[in-house]
């Protein structure tokens, strides 16, 4: 069974330019999380979806980033315009909905801006 | 809100040695608690978790955590480690009943096994 995929590893950009990061979760996972995790820190939650619809989004910075998960499966993360405070790593999880805590987590997407 | 409170950022010990690693969380009601593991260039997957029943769990490569709720803390161990556990290792958190997927993490312990 293939695991959650992100998009692309690595990314270097220089401030003000956009950026998207892409999540494939893992098949029948109905709930979607973004995390952010700082050099040293652990991952901190941006959003979460159940399906389509964004349950908590609380601590999404909304002036600069959005999210989208179209059709409830794949997500995608925007940042425009990005700043240097940015980098870090954009990590991905998803889970079958059941309340049990257990995420299952891509690789992450490692941001570096200029 | 709540935390967690992972004192320790680095843990260096040889190989065979015991290690704990230690968490603390802050909440004043009922809580699920986990240890998620990160091995070099992948991602996060749970080691373990803590839901219910009785306050010692294990995991399939021999770790143990036990849930002190007098203590808020819910400590890592091992009695033997070995060179592939070196990893970084987080404790986290989320509210019971309902929150049971909204973790809040701590900031991570890099354990280090050494030969």
């Known amino acids: 069974e293939a695991g959650v995929v992100q998009s692309p590893r690595y990314k270097i950009i220089e401030k003000k330019q956009p950026v998207a990061f892409w999540c494939n979760p893992i098949s029948g996972h109905n709930t979607l999380y973004w995390y952010l995790q700082n050099l040293g820190q652990g991952p901190e939650l941006l959003i979460r979806y159940e399906n389509e619809e964004a349950v908590d989004d609380s601590q999404l910075p909304k002036d600069r980033f959005s999210a989208e998960r179209l059709k409830g499966v794949d997500s995608t993360l925007k940042i425009q315009p990005a700043e240097l405070g940015d980098s870090a790593v954009y990590l991905c999880?998803?889970?079958?909905?059941?309340?049990?805590?257990?995420?299952?987590f891509g690789e992450g997407s490692r941001l570096t801006v200029l | 809100a709540q935390s967690v409170t992972q004192l320790d950022s680095q843990v260096p010990v040889f190989e065979e040695a015991p290690v704990e690693l230690r968490c603390n969380y802050s909440s004043s009601v009922s809580v699920y608690l986990f240890w998620y593991v990160q091995y070099p260039n992948q991602g996060l997957q749970l080691l373990l978790k803590?839901?219910?029943?009785?306050?010692l769990v294990e995991s399939i490569n021999g770790f143990e955590a036990e849930f002190n709720k007098s203590q808020t803390s819910f400590h890592l161990r091992k009695p033997s480690v070995h060179i592939s556990d070196t990893a970084e290792y987080f404790c986290a958190v989320s509210d019971w009943p309902g929150g049971g997927n909204k973790l809040t993490f701590g900031t991570g312990t890099q354990l280090k096994v050494e030969l």
């Open positions: 803590y839901l219910s029943g009785s306050t």
């Open positions: 999880a998803s889970s079958p909905g059941q309340n049990t805590g257990e995420l299952f």
